[in-house]
């Protein structure tokens, strides 16, 4: 009887020294690369309401990977996007995208961003008018569900994505694309007077 209550007390010791353990040591996150042929697109936006002084919208073609010999959930992914190293916007996206053992796929990660809140794009902004490709940078944490591992599981902050990005060569621009495309070379002209003007108290 006394040894069969001192093994219950090891095991229960065992037990709850796993469960203080840290689970997520047992799983690699998700990897994350620009999708093979698929450079990240963008679309110039002329101004409006929410964008005064225009901005852009990216699709970031991205591949994802499951390097776990199990299943998992890619819940969230949370960060920042870089160009050429200017931040550019915040990233929150609720995704609940299932991962089968080492599995992969690829996914559209849409952005919007708003040239009037970031004046450091002014050269981005003009290289992009111009088709020139911009590197970009997208640095965050995921969350994971794991199925007998955990739930709401973080990873990170690391870079998860990087590659280049380019307004699509689609040979004919139509008239709406040119039309956006002019009215934001001007409101990015106007873009050093405009922050001045706010910069006065």
């Given at each position: 009887m006394v040894r069969k209550a001192a093994l219950t007390s090891v095991i229960a010791l065992t037990v709850q020294a796993c469960a203080g353990l840290n689970l997520s040591a047992l799983v690699q996150p998700p990897r994350f690369e620009q999708a093979p042929g698929q450079r990240a697109e963008v679309r110039v936006q002329g101004p409006s309401g929410s964008q005064p002084?225009?901005?852009?919208?990216v699709r970031l073609w991205t591949k994802v990977t499951n390097p776990n010999?199990?299943?998992?959930?890619?819940?969230?992914?949370?960060?920042?996007?870089?160009?050429e190293d200017?931040?550019?916007t915040d990233v929150d996206f609720p995704l609940g995208l299932p991962?089968?053992?080492?599995?992969?796929?690829?996914?559209?990660?849409?952005?919007?961003?708003?040239?009037?809140?970031?004046?450091?794009?002014?050269?981005?902004?003009?290289?992009?008018?111009n088709r020139e490709a911009v590197p970009y940078r997208l640095d965050g944490t995921i969350g994971l569900d794991v199925p007998r591992v955990g739930q709401g599981m973080t990873f990170g902050p690391?870079?998860?994505?990087?590659?280049?990005a380019a307004v699509?060569?689609?040979?004919?621009?139509?008239?709406?694309?040119?039309?956006?495309?002019?009215?934001?070379r001007r409101a990015i002209r106007m873009q050093p007077a405009v922050m001045r003007f706010r910069a006065q108290p």
């Open positions: 002084l225009g901005g852009a919208g010999t199990f299943g998992l959930t890619l819940q969230t992914i949370n960060g920042t996007l870089f160009l200017a931040r550019a991962l089968g053992a080492g599995a992969e796929t690829v996914i559209p990660i849409d952005l919007s961003i708003s040239f009037s809140d970031l004046p450091g794009l002014g050269g981005v902004a003009r290289r992009l008018m690391m870079t998860l994505l990087r590659g280049e699509p060569l689609s040979g004919g621009a139509n008239r709406t694309e040119h039309a956006a495309g002019a009215v934001a």
